[in-house]
């Protein structure tokens, strides 16, 4: 968990109350309340190699940054979201992200001489120059754009699907947000 | 022996199964339901969740569904099972099938959109001379229409037009939103025809909340969920379907049950697959199958998702007046409307679906980072955007057979599907998307994008032919009431009998003709002929 998900869980606990008298029956079954996987611990990379992940955060703070307080790529996790859902991705996509970021990081170390995740705003920028290209249906002939237009899609989405977007959407609305109908396993 | 005597089967549980047990069971036939999949409980099956708790935080897992590309993470649980109930199709020529298993079949997750065909897809071929016209014609299922659209509650606006005929509608009088109303006026000028969008009411208006408990409450119907049927078994004295062999799907224990009366509701290739699946002495092609068309033949519609996307310029920043964004509409075919020779470089036509309000995506727009966050805060609830549905023609050619070898989880030969979109289709996507931007254009809309990119056959989840009717049994499997040609106890009434589709959306025809085929065969077993 990490720094900001437990001053969150802090905040919400209704620890520092008294503790209620509970007397449960012994016929009756109790609704427990309980959290995903992610709430507790950190998520083990496997796929992609550390510099491969290290281009990917850089990248994604570019495409995503944080803006008005609003929670980014970063605060998201979507990094380390991709790094698990590439890794169960069919090879072709696979392919696409790793040679996407060796490529991208070689054109840094080629006109910076330094790694892409080392580079200021910039000159991060003009290596995502790419993605200045028009939208076409089908994906751009280039490898590189269309690495970096599956990327952009990518981190926008496991941004704002994330638990941070959630809790930023969430914060001073009554309701909650980002509910929607599951269908459980039908059999 | 039957458990309890029936008087018919039916197969599949959906728009055709559904609706041949509402109007067999309230008229006091005994019904036996066989349907492949589970029983769904809403209560018990269906949760709030918030996209982050998913396991893939919306993404789906990665390869689960190779063809479905309707599947969110949320509703995955709902559609087929892909590796245990696989098919094929050539490699360069996709085709994607999108199968529900589930007591209600499709129509637990159908788009409702409910419109009548015309005389234009009923007579095409005096029309244009291209195809088979239907052995029907409007005036034979239009009393049908009549009382299948007040039973799902069916909105819209008549407008007195050929191609799109009148229906018995819950009229929608709202008043249009500016966007939509400066789209109709542009629309409008290049003589277009815009009207309100024509749909079922209500969230869900599926089998198994309109058809189904209304048969069951009769005591006519019996439903067997998870009954996978394998064969249709053949009187080789008569030549009449008299078994059905079924699998249930958990156990996988083999069940036989007398059948007097087959009802076939499986869905288009589902009912096909079935038929090409029960050969005999008699129908050593097929059941059905003197004619040798059976599984072919097979058709769709195409679809061009948001063929163009735009924004209403005075709706950036969220500025404009209130009612300046909202709504949608619908956009008939309009093109080669007039007999003999087409105007167009293609034959028939196309119809659009439009609507006002959405967020384009942010694939759209060549930035990143704040200015994209910029760019999207600007456009969010400013979008126009389009969707074509064109006619796909049938072809010979295209069609269902069984694979040699492929099997599904359950033994059962699995299909092999051939369709591919011709020059014919393509010339009409292009023709839609640029008819579309200059809509757009005249309307003051600023295009961000339009293309013309078909999604693959089998897609817009409207296949259609396969089993199609027609005056000659040799040239048709079955005859102008879904009754096999060759089998007089064997009805099939779902998609495959269409021998031509049109543009409109075909669940609001398959009830109508499954009620009027349900009605014919209670009079002719009155009459004693079946």
């Known amino acids: 968990m990490n720094r900001r998900r437990l001053l969150q869980t802090i905040a919400a606990s209704p620890a520092l109350l008294p503790a209620q008298q509970v007397n449960p029956s012994p016929d009756e079954s109790a609704v427990l309340k309980a959290d995903s996987p992610d709430a507790a611990g950190e998520p083990v990379r496997r796929f992609f190699s550390p510099a491969q992940f290290a281009t990917l955060g850089a990248l994604a703070e570019r495409i995503a940054p944080s803006i008005g307080g609003r929670p980014g790529a970063k605060e998201a996790e979507a990094a380390a979201f991709l790094d698990f859902l590439l890794a169960s991705s069919p090879r072709s996509r696979q392919g696409l992200y790793q040679r996407g970021l060796d490529s991208l990081d070689r054109a840094a170390r080629a006109r910076y001489q330094k790694g892409f995740a080392e580079l200021g705003g910039a000159e991060a920028d003009a290596l995502l120059a790419p993605l200045k290209t028009k939208w076409t249906y089908t994906a751009p002939a280039d490898p590189q754009a269309a690495f970096l237009r599956a990327a952009k899609a990518d981190i926008l989405r496991a941004t704002a699907n994330s638990r941070a977007a959630a809790e930023a959407n969430a914060a001073g609305r009554r309701r909650a947000t980002g509910l929607n109908p599951y269908w459980h396993v039908i059999d | ?530």
Request: proline share 7%; glycine share 10%.
């Open chain 2, 1 to 530: 022996m039957a458990k309890f005597d029936h008087d018919v089967v039916i197969i599949g549980s959906g728009a055709s199964g559904g609706m041949a047990a509402y109007v067999l069971a309230q008229a006091g036939v005994k019904c036996l339901m066989l349907e492949a999949g589970p029983m769904v409980d809403f209560t018990r099956h269906r949760s709030l969740k918030a996209v982050y708790d998913l396991p893939f935080r919306g993404f789906g897992e990665p390869g689960r569904f190779p063809h479905i590309t309707q599947a969110s993470e949320f509703d995955a649980n709902l559609w087929i099972d892909e590796k245990k109930n696989p098919y094929s199709h050539p490699e360069n020529d996709p085709y994607y099938w999108v199968r529900i298993r589930l007591l209600g079949g499709k129509t637990l997750r159908w788009g409702r959109a409910s419109w009548r065909l015309s005389d234009y897809e009923f007579k095409c071929k005096d029309h244009d001379g291209w195809g088979e016209n239907w052995p029907i014609s409007l005036a034979d299922l239009a009393p049908f229409y009549d009382r299948v659209e007040p039973l799902i509650r069916v909105s819209g606006r008549n407008e007195g037009w050929a191609q799109m005929p009148d229906g018995k509608l819950l009229a929608d009088e709202s008043v249009d939103s500016l966007s939509i109303q400066r789209f109709n006026a542009s629309a409008r000028k290049l003589g277009v025809p815009t009207t309100k969008p024509r749909r079922a009411t209500g969230t869900l208006a599926s089998s198994v909340n309109l058809l189904l408990p209304v048969a069951q409450a009769t005591g006519n119907l019996t439903i067997v969920p998870n009954a996978i049927v394998r064969e249709l078994g053949v009187d080789p004295k008569t030549g009449l379907v008299n078994a059905v062999h079924y699998i249930d799907r958990r156990s996988r224990r083999e069940y036989t049950v007398p059948a007097k009366v087959l009802l076939l509701g499986a869905s288009t290739l589902e009912s096909a697959r079935l038929l090409l699946n029960s050969k005999s002495r008699q129908f050593p092609t097929g059941l059905a199958n003197t004619s040798g068309v059976l599984g072919r033949y097979l058709f769709d519609q195409f679809y061009v998702k948001n063929t163009v996307t735009a924004l209403v310029p005075e709706a950036r920043g969220g500025k404009g007046p209130r009612n300046l964004m909202g709504g949608a509409g619908y956009v008939p075919r309009f093109t080669n409307l007039k007999p003999g020779k087409p105007e167009k470089n293609y034959l028939r036509g196309w119809a659009w679906d439009f609507g006002s309000g959405g967020t384009p995506s942010p694939d759209l727009f060549p930035q990143w980072g704040a200015e994209l966050a910029q760019t999207m805060a600007d456009v969010q609830g400013a979008g126009f955007a389009m969707t074509t549905m064109g006619e796909s023609l049938p072809r010979y050619e295209h069609r269902i057979t069984i694979h040699p070898t492929l099997r599904d989880d359950w033994g059962i030969p699995a299909p092999h599907i051939e369709q591919r979109y011709t020059e014919n289709e393509h010339n009409m996507a292009k023709d839609a998307m640029e008819t579309g931007v200059a809509l757009c254009q005249g309307a003051g809309f600023e295009v961000l994008a339009a293309h013309a990119q078909m999604v693959p056959p089998g897609e817009s989840i409207h296949e259609l032919g396969t089993c199609r009717m027609g005056a000659d049994p040799k040239k048709s499997v079955l005859n102008a009431y879904n009754q096999a040609h060759d089998v007089r106890n064997l009805f099939v009434l779902d998609g495959g009998a269409f021998p031509s589709g049109g543009v409109q959306n075909p669940t609001l025809t398959i009830m109508a003709l499954t009620m009027r085929a349900s009605e014919y065969l209670m009079e002719q077993k009155k009459q004693g002929k079946i």
